[in-house]
Antibody
């Protein structure tokens, strides 16, 4: 059974940083692209970023380019999202996903002073 | 960016109803289209990929069709667990984009 468990969310001030983690199990992690998707309170889904199996390709939505960095550690079956210079509009539940087929339960990031 | 437009935004329905949701892409995306269901307070779950292929374990009452710019999701007989919000998503190009969602609610 595929399991994706996110962690690292919390309350952070505008301009601050957070690092989200996603621990994966139940599939061959090193053979799958991984995605991050977010959902602002009461809003729809927004794709944020993804990373190729070996980490050689990464893609981002424009609104986070230069501020967020996706990475992975295949030895630890984990994918990460480093978020810097956070803004109020980054407030959302952040979901980790295996090629948008399997999803974690999400971790809440709140950016507020 | 490819814009995905879903209709309707809200869909009142009853258990047993046949419901159809439409998704239009602003440019051709072949059949690189998926559908997700999100129950209240829960994570999304993918139902369909490749416009019409059901993921393992997805009930056969769900079906998808379309190619290019016009796609539909049909639920042949609505069940209580299907009252949820549905999203289409395209993975033909970057950034991946979702439709704005269709909330299927109790009539």
């Amino acid at each position: 059974e595929v399991q994706l468990v996110e962690s690292g969310g919390g309350l952070v001030q505008p301009g601050g940083s957070l690092r989200l983690s996603c621990a994966a199990s139940g599939f061959i992690f090193s053979r799958n692209w991984m995605d991050w998707v977010r959902q602002a309170p009461g809003k729809g889904l927004e794709w944020v970023a993804n990373i190729k199996e070996d980490g050689s390709e990464k893609y981002y939505v424009d609104s986070v380019k230069g501020r967020f960095t996706i990475s992975r550690d295949n030895a630890k079956n984990s994918v990460y999202l480093e978020m810097n210079n956070l803004r109020a509009e980054d407030t959302a539940i952040y979901y980790c996903s295996r090629i948008l087929d399997d999803w974690g339960q999400g971790t809440l990031v709140t950016v507020s002073s | 960016d490819v814009q995905m437009t879903q209709s309707p935004s809200s869909l009142p329905a009853s258990v047993g109803d046949r419901v159809t949701i439409t998704c239009r892409a602003s440019q051709g995306i072949r059949n690189d289209l998926g559908w997700c269901r999100q129950k209240p307070g829960k994570a999304p779950e993918r139902l369909i990929y490749g416009a019409s292929i059901l993921l393992s374990g997805v009930p056969s009452r769900f079906s998808g069709s379309g190619s290019g710019t016009e796609f539909t999701l049909t639920i042949s007989s609505l069940q209580p667990e299907d009252f949820a919000t549905y999203y289409c998503l395209q993975y033909n190009s970057y950034p991946r984009t979702f439709g704005q969602g269709t909330k299927v609610e109790i009539k």
